[in-house]
């Protein structure tokens, strides 16, 4: 069973770089056959696509983030990261890191979220 | 960039049918799924490819799209169905996701 677990800071302040890290178990990091993926949900609000990256490296992002974001893998380590750079409270939300089986295949295994709230 | 507009709420009494909209330009054309997410959850897909139920999805559960909308319908709607949902498609001129607004259900 393939299971996600994100990790990183719960509060932040404005300006600063947002960092998280999602541990992926279960034996499919490695076998180049999905894209790891990170969206986002405000507080009461809808879903939002950040981003994802392919095993290979191969990215791509959200225009509306993409000047901001960056998405990178570690398979020694099972790992995929988000780096959010220049943020405001406009960027807090709950975190999820996610999996799908490439395109047009719809994300089935997700992480449990990360709530990140950014305040000064 | 592709939009996907849904109903903010529906209302349903238990036993009756919910059906939840998604329109947007000849989305007859793309592959739709749709999650459900109840409060403090991660969202959970419930149909895919459409029409697709996963595993342990109930029968209840039902999908089609056609033109430029896609519906999800709950049959016997149950107070346990009541959720937010979400659909969701892949915009392959872009290579983008893009999720629908969301709809609460809620259950009377």
């Known amino acids: 069973q393939v299971q996600l677990q994100e990790s990183g800071p719960g509060l932040m302040k404005p300006s600063q770089t947002l960092s998280l890290t999602c541990t992926v178990s279960?034996?499919?990091?490695?076998?180049?056959?999905?894209?790891w993926t990170w969206i986002r949900q405000p507080a009461g609000k809808g879903l939002e696509w950040i981003g994802r990256?392919?095993?290979?490296?191969?990215?791509n992002y959200n225009p509306s983030l993409k000047s901001r974001v960056t998405i990178s893998v570690d398979k020694s380590k099972n790992q995929f990261s988000l780096k959010v750079i220049s943020v405001t409270a406009a960027d807090t939300a709950v975190y999820y890191c996610?999996?799908?089986?490439?395109?047009?295949?719809?994300?089935?295994?997700w992480g449990r979220g990360n709530l990140v709230t950014v305040s000064s | 960039s592709y939009v996907l507009t849904q109903p903010p709420s529906v209302s349903v009494a238990p036993e009756k049918t919910a059906r939840i909209t998604c329109g947007a330009n000849n989305i007859g054309t793309k592959s739709v799924h749709w999650y459900q997410q109840k409060p403090g959850q991660a969202p959970v897909v419930v149909i895919s490819f459409d029409t697709d139920r996963p595993s342990g999805i109930p029968e209840r559960f039902s999908g089609s799209n056609s033109g430029n909308v896609a519906t999800l319908t709950i049959n016997r709607v149950e107070a346990a169905d009541e959720a937010d949902y979400y659909c969701q498609v892949w915009v392959s001129g872009g290579d983008q996701v893009v999720f629908g607004g969301g709809t609460k259900l809620t259950v009377l």
């Open positions: 996610a999996r799908s089986a490439g395109h047009p295949n719809p994300v089935d295994y």
């Open positions: 279960g034996g499919s990091f490695s076998s180049g056959s999905y894209f």
């Open positions: 990256i392919y095993a290979s490296g191969s990215t």
